[in-house]
């Protein structure tokens, strides 16, 4: 099986542009949860413009699916983690001011740097990610790494996927093998939509989760956000 984790930023960004608490985003996250996501995606960036400090502290006790907090590993997003206990924490490489992330980690290169924050983080009892590329050397250090999971960074297949599905999925598919075969779960995410969805599905049908938010809260303007979380709980079923 694989779960659909609702990413939120998108709920903070629209919440923040007037100050207020107008979408209020405890309140989507139960209900995201109430209409079937079986988990519950933030990535509170350190210039807060979207999710906030203060949201991961107002989520953490009510989220009752999983947890995923997504970000790069400094001492600021360490301490969110360990005063939260999310159930999954995804390593991120962004530098603060990167408009959306935008590249897996070369985990070779910072090998040092995910052993020690990796361990950090199984000593708290949470389960790791690494979000990486699909450059086969990557999964196959990361592996070495002690994480739990990779998440594949989707946006070169969704980039790609209308031009020419096939060749836009292949490297993923070897990636994603690749990955099985060193042990390790596979998540995907980023750009991820009802258009790309189905077919990285049948593709990959071990995944283990995906994280959709832009546009799974683009397409709830236009039907709702129960079907629409229906729609993408569809596209991932296996019957
Ligand atoms: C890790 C990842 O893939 C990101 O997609 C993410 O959480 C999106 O971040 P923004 O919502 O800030 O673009
Ligand atoms: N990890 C990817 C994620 O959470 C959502 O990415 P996107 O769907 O907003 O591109």
Redesign the pocket.
């Known amino acids: 099986m694989t779960s659909l ?1 609702v ?1 939120i ?2 709920i903070a960004t629209l919440r923040n542009a007037r100050g207020g608490e107008n979408p209020n985003v405890v309140n989507v996250a139960k209900d995201c949860e109430r209409f079937g996501a079986q988990g519950i ?1 933030i ?1 509170p960036r350190p210039d807060e413009r979207h999710i906030t400090t203060k949201d991961v502290y107002d989520l953490a006790p009510i989220v009752t699916t999983e947890f ?1 907090i ?1 970000g790069y590993p400094d001492e600021r997003f360490l301490e969110l983690v360990k005063n939260n206990n999310p159930a999954q924490a ?1 390593l991120v490489p962004d530098p603060p001011g990167v408009l ?2 935008n590249a897996g980690w070369d985990t070779v290169k910072h090998q040092d740097f995910l052993k020690d924050v990796i361990s950090q983080l199984k000593n708290m009892g949470v389960r790791t990610s690494i ?1 990486t590329g699909t450059d086969l050397k990557h999964i196959e250090a990361a592996a070495k790494l002690g994480t739990d999971r990779i ?1 594949l960074y989707t ?1 070169p297949y969704a980039a790609n996927y209308a031009k020419d599905r096939e060749k836009a999925v292949e490297p993923f598919v070897l990636a994603a093998k690749k990955a099985q075969e060193v042990g390790l779960g596979i ?1 995907a ?4 939509s009802l258009e790309n969805l189905k077919f990285l599905k049948e593709k990959i049908p071990f995944l283990d989760e995906v ?6 809260i683009c397409d709830a303007l236009y039907f709702g956000l129960e079907n629409t979380i229906q729609l993408y709980l569809r596209e991932l079923r296996e019957d």
């Open positions: 984790s990413n930023n998108k995606t990535h995923n997504e995804t959306t992330s979000f998440e946006e998540n995410g980023h750009d991820l994280s959709i938010g832009h546009a799974l």
